[in-house]
């Protein structure tokens, strides 16, 4: 279905979340890999050549890099999910579910993770036993849920509407133009903003050492606090966090590229 009319507008995000590598900027050098390569040979370099502690500390990481993995990959499956609903609930003709998912958005995105993270752990936990990352979890889905819902609502509004109008005349109900004909020509758009909030979320990670999970922050305060070198510790810590997001980032840039197969080729 073509559609000569313009969309309604563009996403424009910004998270804290590293920059997305630019698909078509194939240039060895960039912004993108002298900030890796920066990152790494910075690490080897103080693993190899530095004091004994910097070797120790990365010992001392991996079970927390796990952790943040772990927290991460469950919260994304919670918080993307959410996103869609939230963002089809935001757009929704039925005021009921468009009230309800527009509450859930400005609640939600009003209170700091930090003091929802506590509230899910230590209040809600009070009522509903809940073990650490199961709080976390929860925690996470929900406040990126509803940054996500936005992203996921400025993409299905920023396809054309003949699109839509295409897919009625054809028979298609509300359902199945959404599912078959907005979303996956919306996926293009959402997709990059999505990824960036999702290494957002991996970095927000970090706030769960603060209910004694020992994910890679809470090891690298636990090594600092045993050997006294917070220097050393926290700077590992960052260049591992960031190696991990600069990576992720590419991934994301990839995934777009090959979204955007199609179009390049006009």
Known sequence: MKDEGQSKGNIIMVTDGPSIPNPREWRLINAWSIALCGAIITLVLLCTTGPQVYRDAIIFLP????????????????????????????????????LLASTYVEVIRGIPLLVQIFYIYFAISMLVKMEGVTSAVIALSFCYGAYMGEVFRAGILAIPHGQTEAARSLGFNRVQTMFYVVLPQG??????????????MLKDTALVSVIGMPDLMQRARSFASKSYCYFESYTVVALVYLIITLILSKIVSIIEARLNHYDRKK
């Open 63 to 98: 079970d927390g890099l796990l952790l943040t993995f772990k927290v991460t990959a469950y919260s994304i499956c919670g918080a993307v999910p959410l996103g869609l609903l939230t963002g089809l609930g935001r757009i929704s003709r039925n005021r009921f579910f468009n």
């Open 187 to 200: 996926w293009r758009t959402i997709i990059p903003p999505v990824g960036n909030e999702c290494i957002a």
